[in-house]
Nanobody, 123 residues
Framework: QVQLVESGGDLVQAGDSLRLSCAAS????????MGWFRRAPGKERDFVAA????????KYADSVKGRFTISRDNAKNAVYLQMNSLKPEDTAVYYC????????????????WGQGTQVTVSS
């Protein structure tokens, strides 16, 4: 059974930092590009960040560029999202996903998805 499990979500104040983790079982993540998406209350799922299989290339949504950093540790079969200078508009359920490197902004690109972790940022 392939499973991606996100963790690290929390209730924080604006300006705080969080690191989200995504751990995989049943699949070797080194074979896949990874992405982070988020779904805010009343909104559709939006692209946040992506990283290629080797970790040399990263891409970010404009809304998080300069504040968020995606990284991966293939030896640990995990991917991370470091979130700094959090804003209330970052409040969302955050999902990690695995798939081929391509149209990284599109959820349809990804093959495997986690169930999400809640991030709430108060003002």
């Amino acid at each position: 059974q392939v499973q991606l499990v996100e963790s690290g979500g929390d209730l924080v104040q604006a300006g705080d930092s969080l690191r989200l983790s995504c751990a995989a079982s049943g699949v070797t993540l080194v074979r896949y590009a990874m992405g982070w998406f988020r779904r805010a209350p009343g909104k559709e799922r939006d692209f946040v960040a992506a990283i290629n299989r080797g970790g040399e290339i990263t891409k970010y949504a404009d809304s998080v560029k300069g504040r968020f950093t995606i990284s991966r540790d293939n030896a640990k079969n995990a991917v991370y999202l470091q979130m700094n200078s959090l804003k209330p508009e970052d409040t969302a359920v955050y999902y990690c996903a695995a798939g081929p490197w391509g149209d990284n902004n599109s959820p349809s690109t990804y093959r495997y998805w986690g169930q999400g972790t809640q991030v709430t940022v108060s003002s």
